[in-house]
T-cell receptor
Framework: DADVTQTPRNRITKTGKRIMLECSQT?????MYWYRQDPGLGLRLIYY???????NKGEISDGYSVSRQAQAKFSLSLESAIPNQTALYFC???????????FGSGTRLTVV | GIQVEQSPPDLILQEGANSTLRCNFS?????LQWFHQNTWGQLINLFY???GTKQNGRLSATTVATERYSLLYISSSQTTDSGVYFC????????????FGTGTRLQVFP
């Protein structure tokens, strides 16, 4: 099994719909992250969490919310999806500030 | 803010060739990683290398933190090496944000 698992892998949804992307990890890391990648660009940080009671906004959090249900689970929600949220979404984990990041395989989201 | 520039932006190789990818960053960094994004979009961690040299098979990387650059070497390239290579850094004073470079798109032909 992968260290960081994202579901679904691909999703097409309609404008205005609520959608949740899920992430689970088996690395035992406290820090978890959600990033977004637009075509031809690097990744941008949406939200991050240091533990279940510590959630922080990243640089592009508008239109998104998150939930840290447990150390191993971190979900990203789009309350009312819009077409410019069409992107590749990545979840990542990290042990602490001195460690490297491990990324999931990504969720390709299309909003029509 | 910090600038992370990669060169070259595009690279086309024939199978078996060697290549060097460069990452320059404009400020002191806490960490540096190299990633390979394959043709399916998956982001694969290659090296966690804030300083020094590491090797993993045909790939090796060197970071000279005092001179603010890192190099990724690919030897005997294969078609499966195709994709985009990103370096990413985070800052000593950061809010735990990984800042990605501009990427190098590599195409390896048989």
């Amino acid at each position: 099994d992968a260290d960081v698992t994202q579901t679904p892998r691909n999703r097409i949804t309609k404008t205005g719909k609520r959608i949740m992307l899920e992430c689970s990890q088996t690395k035992g890391h406290d820090r978890m992250y959600w990033y977004r990648q637009d075509p031809g660009l690097g990744l941008r940080l949406i939200y991050y969490s240091f533990d279940v009671k510590d959630i922080n906004k990243g640089e592009i959090s508008d239109g998104y919310s998150v939930s840290r249900q447990a150390q191993a689970k971190f979900s990203l929600s789009l309350e009312s999806a819009i077409p410019n949220q069409t992107a590749l979404y990545f979840c990542a984990t990290r042990r602490d500030s001195s460690g490297g990041y491990t990324f999931g395989s990504g969720t390709r989201l299309t909003v029509v | 803010g910090i600038q992370v520039e990669q060169s070259p932006p595009d690279l086309i190789l024939q199978e078996g060739a060697n290549s060097t990818l460069r990452c320059n960053f404009s400020d002191s960094v806490n960490n540096l990683q190299w990633f390979h994004q394959n043709t399916w979009g998956q982001l694969i961690n290659l090296f966690y290398i804030p300083s020094g040299t590491k090797q993993n098979g045909r790939l090796s990387a060197t970071t000279v933190a005092t001179e603010r650059y890192s190099l990724l070497y690919i030897s005997s390239s294969q078609t499966t090496d195709s994709g985009v290579y990103f370096c990413a850094v985070d800052l000593w004073e950061s809010t735990d944000k990984l800042i990605f470079g501009t990427g190098t798109r590599l195409q390896v032909f048989p």
